[in-house]
């Protein structure tokens, strides 16, 4: 493979820009684990760092480096005389982060009905009109992230820093399985979910909150249970 094929290969990846030294690494670790919880490198696909390095514009070194990182992050596999590949997909791993979500985020939910300011409930009603219009027009990548805002807004709005880098920290499987699951029809379904949601936080019911955000968060461990079934060779199941 010669480079023109090695950057064609590798398209999603766009070169780093030259930044302060001693940087490289840390750019090429953000934009591998980008790719990755993307889906752009498929569960189970070895990484061509060859293609990486023409992609990127680096060398191999920080590549490696970068590697090295994202396994110890469980999004990377080396495999010794094989290469690195895109981690398939540990259930176990995904269930645990779940559990870790919804410890949190219902208990999130149950103090946002009870404190979360006007202008913060105002940001949530907005960010559900989008999100309406993003299912309406199909756009998958737009929903995603009106998504992610959705669960910001709540986070940020009590002002609760430590428990959001929890959430954050452990969202980069979860996020691989989100976009693995992401449907029209489960895009519709989270939208109504989301209602639920507001609602309850609309008439400042913490408990009915707080059961919402569960079976919010209990409705994709229950369709990533049939998802993993159909498609055993994305996933660990261990």
Do not use: W
Request: glycine share 4%.
């Amino acid at each position: 493979m010669d480079a023109f094929d090695k950057r064609k290969y590798y398209e999603f990846l766009t070169p780093l820009e030259r930044g302060p030294r001693g940087n490289t690494t840390e750019q090429v670790e953000r934009s591998l684990r980008a790719a990755i919880v993307d889906l752009e490198f498929a569960p189970g696909e070895f990484i061509d760092k060859g293609a990486v390095c023409v992609a990127l514009g680096v060398s191999r070194f920080p590549i490696s480096e970068a590697l090295t990182r994202l396994a110890t992050e469980g999004l990377v596999e080396i495999l010794p005389q094989r290469g690195s590949r895109a981690a398939r997909i540990r259930l176990s791993e995904i269930q645990e982060s779940m559990l870790i979500r919804q410890a949190l985020e219902c208990m999130v939910a149950e103090k946002a009905a009870e404190h979360l300011s006007a202008a913060d409930m105002e940001a949530l009603r907005e960010n559900l009109l989008a999100q309406q219009e993003a299912v309406e027009r199909g756009d998958r990548p737009g929903f995603y992230a009106l998504d992610l805002q959705f669960h910001a807004i709540l986070v940020e709005g009590l002002n609760l820093p430590r428990v959001a880098a929890v959430i954050d920290a452990s969202r980069a499987n979860i996020d691989r399985v989100r976009r693995l699951l992401s449907s029209p029809r489960r895009h519709t379904v989270t939208l109504a979910e989301h209602r639920e949601i507001f609602h309850a936080l609309e008439t400042r019911n913490s408990h009915a909150a707080h059961k919402a955000m569960a079976a919010h968060l209990q409705a994709v461990m229950d369709e990533l249970g049939r998802f993993s079934a159909e498609h055993a060779d994305v996933f660990v199941h261990s």
